[in-house]
């Protein structure tokens, strides 16, 4: 690796800070780094090249646009008299001075401010490649995911009323290179009927999301992706026929990864008329086919339970139980969805045991062949209608939510509770987030596994939990009973799978309140006595046996 560098702030100016922190961002990538100083004037600057040999320069200046061209201009001359063409020069300012530079053909590279740390690095690790900046980006999650550690990859979701607004808003979204992933999000007609469009509700187009009616309109939205830092595509997968929509995903958006279902939309919530059995096996198969294509899979189910209200325990059991299923059906990479503040009740410290505690127990299902992706971002029931209140609620989630060690941030705009997002309240959230991040990244967070409160709430769901899987188990005598669409089926109508929010409308029993209790979600019974697993359970079947 060629990988000297000099780091200067040239002429008279005497603004460091930027520069010397690149200088450290390119240590720690493994540049041998001469750093020069501040207000190096241009003939010492060339002095250094001389002596020091550098494969690049790094230079930066805040002043002026007219100072800064000046300088480019007196250094561009000395580039040909010295024959120093082979070195490459990079340059960091201010938007202002930052135009100067991009005058000049022999700077390859301008930061000019508005760039995170993770474009930085990225750009330093890529440096020796020609024309680094113009290299498209991994397109498949496991190589994005690698391709920008130690950092997340960012998500956010777009769906405007119309296409040609969607597309428009894609391509800035694009071209700002602050996002890895873009979600598309179809219509309710196009999630319900895709496959049906005689019976989509007239008037209705564009309510939801973006009217997606054929092959076509995908392969346009994701036309607009092909620009920037080329932000890879995914799509909702609909309410009714994933199996099918699947196939069409990943011929024209190149799916990113598909988020599926174990057990709902369906008679569970009534997002469709599919009898719960048979949407288990169908949205079974939909996982099966991804897998089979190498497609990864979100199975965005145990935070639906949550918006119910479901116990912490009931929470983190189906997730477990997602994760042998996935496993189950050959899928090789698992995104999993850790939805902060869901229900908006929980405290932040039992926020954080509870989604460990999912971490700990799916990670057992992890080896070599099966690799489990965390996802965090903030829960739906959390959004206030006040946006600067928003706007503090995605900055403190995605803060504690930094513990969790996030391979992808989904980024859900602040104004999710009043209006859909365009590209300004997409890019604002993404940026609020990326700096809430940089600053847990600090370490203020790094001693929460320590916590009493916290160790203790861990261990209990833990062992709460395997209790439930454990009964959970018992109702069909097969070989894998928690992959088994039955077993699943029955733990629904049963009642050990349960929550309070599908009381009423549902096939699931809804037999108990939740409340919260120093901070985390727990089953009550009417005299608001907490019932842990081995009472509700038996109390679950009392009443089964009186049925």
């Known amino acids: 690796m060629k990988n000297k560098m000099i780091v200067a702030s040239i002429g008279n100016c005497v603004h460091a800070a930027g520069i010397y922190n690149f200088s450290v961002l390119a240590r720690k990538e493994g540049y041998q780094v001469e750093y020069m100083g501040s207000a190096v004037p241009i003939k010492e600057l060339v002095g250094g090249i001389i002596e020091f040999k550098p494969h690049v320069v790094a230079l930066s200046y805040r002043l002026s646009e007219e100072g800064a061209y000046y300088l480019l201009k007196e250094l561009e001359g000395i580039i040909g008299e010295q024959g120093f063409e082979d070195i490459i020069f990079i340059f960091g300012g201010t938007v202002e001075t930052a135009k100067a530079a991009r005058k000049f053909s022999y700077i390859r590279k301008v930061f000019d401010g508005s760039e995170d740390i993770s474009e930085s690095v990225i750009y330093l690790r890529n440096m020796e490649k020609e024309h680094a900046e113009e290299e498209i980006p991994p397109q498949s999650l496991g190589e994005r995911i690698a391709w920008k550690k130690p950092f997340p990859i960012i998500r956010h979701h777009i769906g ?3 296409l040609e607004d969607t597309y428009e808003h894609i391509k800035i979204l694009a071209e700002s290179r602050l996002l890895d992933v873009i979600s598309l999000a179809p219509d309710q007609n196009a999630q319900e009927h895709y496959f049906q469009q005689e019976l989509m509700p007239k008037g209705e187009d564009g309510a939801g999301g973006v009217p997606i009616r054929n092959e076509e309109h995908l392969r346009w939205m994701y036309e607009a992706t092909r620009r920037g830092n080329y932000p890879m595509m995914r799509c909702y997968s609909g309410t009714r026929d994933l199996y099918p929509f699947s196939k069409i995903l990943k011929d024209t958006v190149n799916n990113a990864w598909a988020a599926i279902p174990l057990t709902w ?184 596994h320590e916590d009493k409160r916290f160790k203790e709430r861990l261990e209990f769901l833990k062992k709460e939990v395997r209790y439930l899987l454990g009964e959970i188990s018992k109702l069909k005598d097969v070989e894998d009973p928690l992959v088994d669409p039955e077993v699943i089926y029955l733990a629904i109508k049963e009642g050990l799978l349960d929550a309070p929010g599908l009381k009423g409308f549902s096939v699931a029993k809804g037999n108990f309140r939740t409340e919260i209790h120093e901070g985390y979600h727990v089953t009550v019974d009417d005299d608001g006595e907490i019932l842990e697993e081995e009472e509700r359970i038996r109390r679950v079947r009392e009443m089964n046996s009186k049925a």
Not at 327 to 350: C, D, F, R, T, W
Not at 395 to 416: A, Q, W
């Open 160 to 162: 405007l009323e119309t």
């Open 265 to 448: 939309y369906s008679q569970l919530d009534r997002r469709s008329d599919r009898e719960l059995l048979r949407a288990i096996r169908e949205n079974m198969e939909a996982i099966a086919y991804n897998a089979e294509m190498g497609v990864p899979v979100e199975m965005n189910e145990s935070h639906q339970w949550a918006l119910r209200y479901c116990s912490d325990v009931i929470e983190v059991a189906i997730s477990v139980i997602t994760a042998k299923v996935a496993k189950h059906l050959g899928v090789k990479e698992m995104v999993m969805q850790y939805m902060l503040a869901n229900p908006p009740s929980i405290s932040p410290l039992m926020d954080l045991a509870k989604m460990q505690a999912k971490i700990d127990l799916m990670g057992e299902e992890e080896d070599e062949n099966f690799t489990i992706y965390r996802m965090v971002r903030t829960g739906l029931l959390a959004y206030p209608a006040d946006m600067d209140q928003a706007k503090g609620l995605i900055s403190s989630t995605m803060f504690y939510g930094t513990f969790l060690k996030p391979d992808i941030v989904h980024v859900v705009s602040y104004s999710e509770a009043v209006k859909r997002a365009t590209s300004v309240e997409i890019l604002e959230s993404v940026r609020m987030v990326k700096k809430s991040m940089e600053i847990a990244d600090k370490g203020l967070l790094e001693n929460i």
